[in-house]
Protein backbone atom coordinates (compact mmCIF):
# COMPACT_ATOMS: atom_id res chain seq x y z
CA UNK A 1 0.00 0.00 0.00
CA UNK A 2 1.55 3.58 -0.81
CA UNK A 3 1.60 6.65 1.57
CA UNK A 4 -1.60 7.87 2.28
CA UNK A 5 -1.55 11.52 2.27
CA UNK A 6 -4.07 14.03 3.82
CA UNK A 7 -4.29 17.91 3.55
CA UNK A 8 -4.88 19.41 6.69
CA UNK A 9 -6.04 23.05 8.13
CA UNK A 10 -4.41 23.77 11.49
CA UNK A 11 -4.96 27.51 13.36
CA UNK A 12 -1.32 27.08 14.16
CA UNK A 13 1.64 25.65 13.64
CA UNK A 14 4.15 26.44 16.56
CA UNK A 15 3.16 24.58 19.81
CA UNK A 16 4.62 26.39 23.26
CA UNK A 17 7.16 23.32 23.93
CA UNK A 18 7.83 21.83 27.32
CA UNK A 19 10.97 20.25 26.33
CA UNK A 20 14.01 21.60 28.10
CA UNK A 21 15.88 22.22 24.37
CA UNK A 22 13.37 24.85 22.88
CA UNK A 23 10.46 27.59 23.42
CA UNK A 24 8.42 26.32 20.34
CA UNK A 25 8.23 22.58 18.91
CA UNK A 26 7.19 22.79 15.24
CA UNK A 27 5.63 19.84 12.93
CA UNK A 28 4.67 21.13 9.34
CA UNK A 29 3.47 17.32 9.37
CA UNK A 30 1.70 14.28 11.20
CA UNK A 31 2.91 10.97 10.76
CA UNK A 32 6.57 10.25 9.62
CA UNK A 33 7.02 8.02 6.26
CA UNK A 34 10.49 7.17 7.76
CA UNK A 35 8.57 4.60 9.69
CA UNK A 36 11.34 4.26 12.13
CA UNK A 37 11.23 0.66 13.85
CA UNK A 38 11.61 2.32 17.39
CA UNK A 39 9.93 5.66 17.29
CA UNK A 40 8.35 6.92 19.90
CA UNK A 41 6.01 9.26 18.44
CA UNK A 42 4.16 6.34 16.68
CA UNK A 43 2.75 5.27 20.27
CA UNK A 44 0.99 8.94 21.08
CA UNK A 45 -2.38 9.80 21.64
CA UNK A 46 -2.73 12.41 18.90
CA UNK A 47 -2.09 9.83 16.28
CA UNK A 48 -5.13 7.54 17.79
CA UNK A 49 -7.26 8.70 14.74
CA UNK A 50 -4.92 6.96 12.41
CA UNK A 51 -5.74 3.18 12.14
CA UNK A 52 -2.90 2.94 9.35
CA UNK A 53 0.31 1.64 10.91
CA UNK A 54 2.99 3.73 11.58
CA UNK A 55 5.10 4.99 8.69
CA UNK A 56 1.93 5.04 6.17
CA UNK A 57 0.23 8.18 6.49
CA UNK A 58 1.33 12.03 6.70
CA UNK A 59 -0.83 14.58 7.44
CA UNK A 60 0.36 17.64 5.54
CA UNK A 61 -0.44 20.96 7.62
CA UNK A 62 -1.56 23.67 6.29
CA UNK A 63 -1.64 26.76 8.77
CA UNK A 64 -2.70 31.00 8.35
CA UNK A 65 0.62 33.46 7.71
CA UNK A 66 1.99 33.80 10.98
CA UNK A 67 1.14 36.83 12.51
CA UNK A 68 4.02 39.70 13.80
CA UNK A 69 7.02 36.56 13.13
CA UNK A 70 9.18 39.23 15.25
CA UNK A 71 7.56 37.88 18.28
CA UNK A 72 9.44 35.11 17.84
CA UNK A 73 13.13 37.30 18.12
CA UNK A 74 15.03 35.60 20.40
CA UNK A 75 13.34 32.28 21.12
CA UNK A 76 13.95 28.42 19.64
CA UNK A 77 11.74 27.27 17.89
CA UNK A 78 12.82 22.82 17.48
CA UNK A 79 11.48 21.77 14.70
CA UNK A 80 10.75 17.79 14.02
CA UNK A 81 9.82 16.80 17.33
CA UNK A 82 7.43 14.20 16.12
CA UNK A 83 8.09 14.17 12.20
CA UNK A 84 10.79 14.25 10.06
CA UNK A 85 10.72 17.73 8.54
CA UNK A 86 12.38 16.93 5.93
CA UNK A 87 10.77 13.29 5.01
CA UNK A 88 10.40 12.48 1.27
CA UNK A 89 7.26 14.41 0.84
CA UNK A 90 8.63 17.45 1.93
CA UNK A 91 10.38 17.83 -1.82
CA UNK A 92 6.95 18.49 -3.17
CA UNK A 93 4.63 20.14 -0.13
CA UNK A 94 7.52 22.44 0.91
CA UNK A 95 5.59 23.40 4.23
CA UNK A 96 9.09 22.96 6.37
CA UNK A 97 10.26 25.43 3.62
CA UNK A 98 6.98 27.56 3.95
CA UNK A 99 7.80 27.68 7.79
CA UNK A 100 11.34 28.74 7.29
CA UNK A 101 10.57 31.48 4.71
CA UNK A 102 8.12 33.10 6.91
CA UNK A 103 9.67 33.16 9.96
CA UNK A 104 13.15 34.56 8.19
CA UNK A 105 14.82 37.52 9.31
CA UNK A 106 12.23 37.24 12.68
CA UNK A 107 15.22 36.81 15.03
CA UNK A 108 14.24 33.11 16.29
CA UNK A 109 16.93 30.52 16.59
CA UNK A 110 15.92 27.01 14.87
CA UNK A 111 16.82 23.74 15.67
CA UNK A 112 16.33 21.06 12.96
CA UNK A 113 16.12 17.68 14.00
CA UNK A 114 16.29 14.47 10.71
CA UNK A 115 17.38 11.97 9.12
CA UNK A 116 17.65 13.09 5.63
CA UNK A 117 19.42 15.23 3.51
CA UNK A 118 16.72 16.95 1.66
CA UNK A 119 17.83 19.51 3.84
CA UNK A 120 20.73 20.17 1.96
CA UNK A 121 17.89 22.24 -0.50
CA UNK A 122 17.40 24.97 2.19
CA UNK A 123 20.74 25.27 3.39
CA UNK A 124 20.90 28.84 2.44
CA UNK A 125 18.02 29.54 4.17
CA UNK A 126 18.86 28.40 7.18
CA UNK A 127 22.13 30.01 7.75
CA UNK A 128 20.24 33.55 7.49
CA UNK A 129 19.05 32.40 11.00
CA UNK A 130 21.22 33.12 13.96
CA UNK A 131 22.68 30.07 15.78
CA UNK A 132 20.77 28.16 13.37
CA UNK A 133 21.87 24.14 14.11
CA UNK A 134 20.82 20.81 12.23
CA UNK A 135 20.84 17.45 14.18
CA UNK A 136 20.89 13.96 12.07
CA UNK A 137 20.14 10.95 14.05
CA UNK A 138 22.66 8.32 13.04
CA UNK A 139 22.73 5.06 15.21
CA UNK A 140 24.98 2.73 13.31
CA UNK A 141 27.57 2.52 10.41
CA UNK A 142 25.73 -0.46 9.08
CA UNK A 143 23.90 0.65 6.28
CA UNK A 144 22.08 -3.15 6.67
CA UNK A 145 21.37 -2.77 9.93
CA UNK A 146 19.77 0.76 9.63
CA UNK A 147 17.78 -0.42 6.46
CA UNK A 148 16.21 -2.83 8.81
CA UNK A 149 14.91 -0.17 10.86
CA UNK A 150 13.91 2.66 8.64
CA UNK A 151 13.55 4.29 5.44
CA UNK A 152 14.93 7.09 6.06
CA UNK A 153 18.64 8.60 3.72
CA UNK A 154 21.22 6.59 3.98
CA UNK A 155 23.91 7.11 6.65
CA UNK A 156 26.97 7.72 4.17
CA UNK A 157 24.15 10.40 2.90
CA UNK A 158 23.32 11.69 6.37
CA UNK A 159 27.10 12.28 7.28
CA UNK A 160 27.81 14.30 3.65
CA UNK A 161 24.67 16.21 4.54
CA UNK A 162 25.96 16.96 7.65
CA UNK A 163 29.67 17.71 6.71
CA UNK A 164 27.98 20.44 3.82
CA UNK A 165 26.50 22.10 6.44
CA UNK A 166 29.40 22.12 9.07
CA UNK A 167 31.73 23.70 5.70
CA UNK A 168 28.91 25.94 5.11
CA UNK A 169 29.42 27.39 9.08
CA UNK A 170 26.22 25.63 10.67
CA UNK A 171 25.92 24.43 13.80
CA UNK A 172 25.49 20.58 13.43
CA UNK A 173 25.12 17.52 15.77
CA UNK A 174 25.42 13.82 15.53
CA UNK A 175 22.73 12.62 17.69
CA UNK A 176 23.66 8.96 18.08
CA UNK A 177 20.68 7.47 19.11
CA UNK A 178 18.70 5.31 19.85
CA UNK A 179 21.76 3.76 21.19
CA UNK A 180 21.06 -0.40 20.71
CA UNK A 181 22.90 -2.17 23.50
CA UNK A 182 25.52 -4.56 21.98
CA UNK A 183 24.97 -3.10 18.88
CA UNK A 184 25.78 0.83 18.12
CA UNK A 185 29.75 0.95 17.72
CA UNK A 186 29.76 4.40 19.17
CA UNK A 187 33.69 4.61 19.36
CA UNK A 188 33.27 4.07 15.43
CA UNK A 189 30.97 6.83 15.00
CA UNK A 190 32.56 9.36 16.89
CA UNK A 191 35.78 9.29 14.92
CA UNK A 192 33.29 9.10 11.76
CA UNK A 193 31.91 11.97 12.59
CA UNK A 194 33.63 14.56 14.99
CA UNK A 195 35.73 16.93 12.14
CA UNK A 196 31.82 17.76 10.79
CA UNK A 197 29.96 18.16 13.99
CA UNK A 198 30.08 20.75 17.12
CA UNK A 199 28.36 18.81 19.38
CA UNK A 200 27.57 14.72 20.17
CA UNK A 201 24.34 13.79 21.92
CA UNK A 202 24.13 10.35 22.73
CA UNK A 203 20.76 8.75 24.09
CA UNK A 204 20.00 4.80 24.97
CA UNK A 205 17.14 2.94 23.33
CA UNK A 206 13.88 3.35 25.45
CA UNK A 207 11.81 0.65 24.12
CA UNK A 208 8.20 1.51 24.94
CA UNK A 209 4.70 1.40 23.93
CA UNK A 210 3.88 -1.36 21.25
CA UNK A 211 6.94 -1.40 19.43
CA UNK A 212 9.04 -2.70 22.20
CA UNK A 213 7.74 -6.51 21.07
CA UNK A 214 8.99 -5.57 17.59
CA UNK A 215 11.98 -4.92 18.70
CA UNK A 216 12.74 -7.40 20.86
CA UNK A 217 11.63 -10.17 18.36
CA UNK A 218 14.21 -8.64 15.68
CA UNK A 219 17.19 -8.81 18.13
CA UNK A 220 15.64 -12.43 18.97
CA UNK A 221 15.61 -13.40 15.13
CA UNK A 222 19.18 -11.67 13.90
CA UNK A 223 20.86 -11.27 17.22
CA UNK A 224 20.43 -14.13 19.39
CA UNK A 225 23.45 -13.70 21.39
CA UNK A 226 21.57 -10.81 22.76
CA UNK A 227 18.86 -11.85 23.97
CA UNK A 228 20.00 -12.11 27.58
CA UNK A 229 21.19 -8.78 27.84
CA UNK A 230 18.19 -7.29 26.25
CA UNK A 231 16.06 -9.14 28.93
CA UNK A 232 17.83 -8.01 31.94
CA UNK A 233 17.61 -4.17 30.61
CA UNK A 234 13.91 -4.45 28.73
CA UNK A 235 12.05 -6.70 30.81
CA UNK A 236 14.04 -6.26 33.99
CA UNK A 237 14.73 -3.03 34.31
CA UNK A 238 18.87 -3.29 34.74
CA UNK A 239 20.55 -0.26 34.68
CA UNK A 240 24.25 -1.64 34.89
CA UNK A 241 24.83 -1.99 31.55
CA UNK A 242 24.29 1.72 30.88
CA UNK A 243 26.21 2.54 33.83
CA UNK A 244 29.17 1.11 32.39
CA UNK A 245 28.79 2.46 29.35
CA UNK A 246 29.09 5.71 30.52
CA UNK A 247 32.31 4.79 31.85
CA UNK A 248 34.03 3.68 28.99
CA UNK A 249 32.29 6.72 27.20
CA UNK A 250 33.57 8.89 29.69
CA UNK A 251 37.28 7.23 29.18
CA UNK A 252 37.19 6.75 25.43
CA UNK A 253 36.58 10.71 25.30
CA UNK A 254 39.70 11.48 27.15
CA UNK A 255 41.94 9.20 25.41
CA UNK A 256 40.43 11.13 22.19
CA UNK A 257 41.00 14.66 23.88
CA UNK A 258 36.78 15.12 23.30
CA UNK A 259 35.06 16.98 26.21
CA UNK A 260 32.58 14.73 27.85
CA UNK A 261 29.37 16.36 29.68
CA UNK A 262 26.18 15.47 30.96
CA UNK A 263 23.40 18.04 30.65
CA UNK A 264 24.63 20.49 33.32
CA UNK A 265 28.12 21.96 32.58
CA UNK A 266 27.95 25.64 30.69
CA UNK A 267 30.90 25.84 28.23
CA UNK A 268 32.30 28.59 25.42
CA UNK A 269 33.63 26.78 22.71
CA UNK A 270 34.84 28.04 18.62
CA UNK A 271 33.02 26.95 15.73
CA UNK A 272 35.97 25.16 15.08
CA UNK A 273 37.00 23.08 18.60
CA UNK A 274 36.68 19.47 18.74
CA UNK A 275 32.64 18.47 19.17
CA UNK A 276 31.35 17.88 22.82
CA UNK A 277 29.92 14.57 23.73
CA UNK A 278 26.67 14.68 25.58
CA UNK A 279 25.44 11.97 27.11
CA UNK A 280 21.53 11.62 27.92
CA UNK A 281 21.17 8.41 29.36
CA UNK A 282 19.04 7.67 32.22
CA UNK A 283 20.13 10.46 34.12
CA UNK A 284 17.60 10.53 36.91
CA UNK A 285 18.42 6.94 37.57
CA UNK A 286 22.14 6.33 37.32
CA UNK A 287 23.60 10.10 38.19
CA UNK A 288 21.64 11.20 41.49
CA UNK A 289 22.55 14.76 41.23
CA UNK A 290 21.02 14.52 37.45
CA UNK A 291 17.50 14.38 38.47
CA UNK A 292 17.05 17.97 39.66
CA UNK A 293 18.81 19.21 36.76
CA UNK A 294 17.55 17.28 33.75
CA UNK A 295 15.47 20.32 32.82
CA UNK A 296 18.31 22.44 32.19
CA UNK A 297 19.99 21.78 29.00
CA UNK A 298 23.93 22.45 28.08
CA UNK A 299 23.93 25.85 27.40
CA UNK A 300 27.08 25.19 25.24
CA UNK A 301 27.75 28.74 22.98
CA UNK A 302 29.48 28.67 20.10
CA UNK A 303 31.86 31.75 18.73
S1 LIG B 1 12.44 9.92 11.59
FE1 LIG B 1 11.90 10.40 13.70
S2 LIG B 1 9.70 10.90 13.68
FE2 LIG B 1 10.20 9.82 11.76
S3 LIG B 1 9.70 7.68 12.18
FE3 LIG B 1 11.89 8.00 12.58
S4 LIG B 1 12.04 8.43 14.78
FE4 LIG B 1 9.89 8.72 14.15
Keep these: ?31 C ?15 ANHPEPWGDFVDV ?23 DPYQPLEETARRTRALLEQMQGSGCTVSISTKSDLVLRDLELIKTFPNARVSWSI ?15 SIERRLAAMK ?17 P ?10 RAREQCNLIWLENLNLRGGYKQAILDY ?58 VVNYFFHEEIIP ?5 RNKPAPVVFE
Design 182 to 191: GITDIPAMIR
Design 289 to 293: SAKKK
Design 219 to 276: IAEKHPNLVPLYDAIYRKGDRRYWAALDDQMRRFCQEEDLLYVRNDDSIRRPFHAPPI
Design 61 to 83: KHWPDIKNPKRYAGKELFIGSVT
Design 139 to 153: NTLDEAFKADMDCAA
Design 33 to 47: AHGCKYCYASFMKRF
Design 1 to 31: MGLIVKEIPVKSVLTKSNLPVADYSVNPYVG
Design 164 to 180: AFHDAGVRTTCFISPIF
